[in-house]
């Protein structure tokens, strides 16, 4: 099934492409081993997207041997090349195309050897499997010349990558290699990972935000049976015991001994967030078209708002750690292995160097989740348990209250218009806490348990990553349409009460879903088809051509004459430069709303596993029509109040809509795709919503209580 | 440090988990969860919740798709219990594994193990589900990654009749 897909173009001979630039050593990368195995080691690491079976393709395309020849080494700060954080959907083409340049030379340094053992020219040599063979029928092979001292070099970046029209691996839907341990209940998530003489922590968290430990009276926690100790550190506080299940046993009683000063109010109004967000200091900052001329005689406006939510992973964070005395090493299905542990040596000040980092898969990650934080908590109790190994796992609860959330948002959108209707001018203001608060990158650890240490850590404000890289709060702010006179403004918040960090498309979500329906209103106040409407504005040819994949899949314009159906359409590509998305949403108004079906076209570049591809977007869209539809995080002014899942409901089986994905097959450099269908499924769901009811409802989640409340407003 | 007050005798308690008889000398009320994972080690059950709310802990007892979180040792005592590693292995797959891998029905693979519970559950009671019925029997299973229309699309699969891909 190859479809001459081809990865991006190789970089200048001698120029190294992706994460190869700043870890050049190939020994890093890959090993090849007498027994017949490639053992891969990318720094980029498993977060139940896939990547590890796609990096496992482009190895095996390069390399030519199969995918049951490649063993992919979970990421270690020890010895794997430091890749920083996987996110952002930009796995593939940093760490891909780095991998494809390794194999590349890898293979010639192999050909090369190849042809001194046989005495054969290395033009005329084949690679089939691993064998390597020459015309006259001599024949070795990759293990039998296996040699880590081959790879003890660094790329040169002079070998070009195989041409992407013999391409037999990558584009095809090859199987996950993680699935059959998933689908057999193998051990395989950190979850299950059992340490000799292994204790367990339970970490009790004040009772909320700011909240300190004023007395512990801890006589009952101690007398409970397994209990080894209890922990505290100022306001941090744990039990560790010899079994989990004792742990949480006598934290119960622990808690019942600990007196917390009285919460101060430092949270918003649930029910009015958008004017508290609006009216908070902030540090604003501007990005403008160059002006151009232009006289309106009219200017639209409207509001839009966001709320707070929650990753939600279906497993609380779970983490191991053992100290010796000298080195600590944590097992983490964090991120960003290498950021932790910059983290985790300022909290202990220790140097780098003496502390290892181990990924090990957990649960779906859609952001940065509270996979650090517990690795923190593991850390600090092994740091009191020398020699002894602790696992640390959160409680429900303390997953839903205390992880980072995205953040809520509020926007303004203005459309200045002329005679004829044309936009000639269009300001897009956000106010939004900063999307990004990761470890790694600042003076003081971004690790929960740290704040709260007798001599606490500084916690720093979220930010926003550059613009350039995609940003964060203003991520699709800057039109994708072509208007004049556009100007994005953020309003970075800067007081914090709810902690705040990167979910799944940062501000894209929000800033599409209140653009693609604005759009659609100023459509209709033009008596304008809302598709057609777009196209004026649009002439990229990609982007029309899965905006056209999208009606025509769907069958849209549907003529809606139901009573309580409705279609929705929406676009956009994701961060301004990553993969294009048109979605085509259906839904039923009932007692509440039902999504029904999504017809989603996108343009991810190459695919280089089309099904994975497809499931990635799959997913986008089901989380982001349970954001549509369910989710907002609820508080009082004093803390967090959904910490189940009845208080924080998610979309379930009876509320999924049907989904057909189309990919428009593409030669261009790949682009991450699970992050583009979110904000084009949120916003089709808005726009149909107001064709099946006539409502617009600029506030998410659009719930039937909005519904209501919005009908009891109209005259 | 306190010593421990002293113990009542533990009582022992007989289930039978994939097949084989255990006798175990535990709590009554310790939840089942907790045996499946840390006195025999079968990992493949999952703590999600803890509270019957998400259905990463399913297991079957009797055939019937129950929260093993939330499920008291002393209930299962004589009763037969069934987890992901007593459906099938690699060597002999259940259908529904069987689905699963073909139709890749899974993403991070966490919520799979009680999934697959569910839907066993289900086509023991009822071989050709429609649709609808599989959408109810695993309405008490969360997934957070958005398997849900692979994972119907399996036990389709698995129960003989295949849906087409695209609706
Ligand atoms: S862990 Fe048992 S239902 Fe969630
Ligand atoms: S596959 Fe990740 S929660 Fe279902």
Redesign the pocket.
Known sequence: MNQGFALPAPAQPGQLPGNLRGNPHLGQWLRITPEGKVMVSPGKVEIGQGILTALAQIVAEELEVGLNQITMVAANTGFSPNESVTSGSLSVQDSGRALQQVCAEVRAIYLAKAATHLGEPVASLQICNGLISGPSGAQTSYWDLADDALLDTDATGRVPPKPNTVYRKVGTSARRLDLPDKIFGKTRFIHDMELPGMLHGRMLRPNAPGATLLSLDDAAALACNGVISVVRDGSLLAIVATGNDEAEHAAAKLSAGAVWSQPNESLPDEQDFASWLRSEPADTSVTASPPSPASSSRTIKAQYAKPFLAHASIAPSCALAVYDGAILKVWSHSQGIFNLRSDLALAFAMEPEKIIVQHVEGAGCYGHNPADDVAFDAAWLARHTPGRPVRVQWSRADELAWAPFGPAMAIDLEADLDAAGTITGWRHSIWSNGHTSRPGRGSSPALLGAWHLATPFERSPAINPPLAGGGGAERNAIPGYEFPNWQVTSHRILNMPLRTSALRSLGAMANIFAVETFIDDLARAANTDPVEWRLRYLHDERARAVIALALEKSGWPQQNLIEGKGAGFAYARYKNSGAYCAVVAEIDAAEQIYARRLTIAVDVGLAINPDGVRNQIEGGAIQATSWALKEAVRFDRTRVTSTDWESYPILRFSEVPKISVHIVPSDHPPLGAGECSIGPVVAAIGNAVFDALHIRIRQLPITAERIMSELAQQP | MMPAAPQQPLPSTCITVNGQSHVLQVDGDTPL?TILRNHLYLKGTH???????????FVLIDGFAV????TPIWAVAGKSVTTVEGLGTPEQPHRLQEAFLAGQAAQCGYCTSGILISAAALLSRNPHPAEADIHQALDRNLCRCGTHNRVVEAILRAAGQPAPRTP
């Open positions: 969860l703590y999600g919740c803890g509270s019957n709310q998400c259905g990463a802990c929260a093993s979180c939330d």
